[in-house]
Nanobody, 124 residues
Framework: QVRLVESGGGLVQAGGSLRLSCAASGRTFSSLAMGWFRQAPGKEREFVAAVRWSGGTTYYADSVKDRFTISRDNAKNTVYLQMNSLKAADTAVYYC?????????????????WGQGTQVTVSS
């Protein structure tokens, strides 16, 4: 089992920044990649970004590319999502997820473990 705990969400004005953290515990050695997803009210969950633990290769949704940066600290088993130039459209609950197999990191079905989510609200 892998336990994921997100933090760092909150209320920010459009154009501002937030950094989300996701601390992983448990069988973290079995995890290949970590991803961030988000879900806005009345909308489907969507992929935001992902990073492989080994090598640090990153993947981004087009909607956040050049604004968001995903990174990982292997020693702390923590993944971060730095979000800059935030827009009202970024308002959502953000979820951290862990995958131990596969390679389609933009698909939610690739991830076995999920955090409880953290709310990000961007006021316009």
């Amino acid at each position: 089992q892998v336990r994921l705990v997100e933090s760092g969400g909150g209320l920010v004005q459009a154009g501002g920044s937030l950094r989300l953290s996701c601390a992983a515990s448990g069988r973290t050695f079995s995890s290949l990649a970590m991803g961030w997803f988000r879900q806005a009210p009345g909308k489907e969950r969507e992929f935001v970004a992902a990073v492989r633990w080994s090598g640090g290769t990153t993947y981004y949704a087009d909607s956040v590319k050049d604004r968001f940066t995903i990174s990982r600290d292997n020693a702390k088993n923590t993944v971060y999502l730095q979000m800059n130039s935030l827009k009202a459209a970024d308002t959502a609950v953000y979820y951290c997820a862990a995958a131990s197999y596969g390679s389609a990191w933009s698909l939610g079905s690739s991830y076995e473990y999920w955090g409880q989510g953290t709310q990000v609200t961007v006021s316009s």
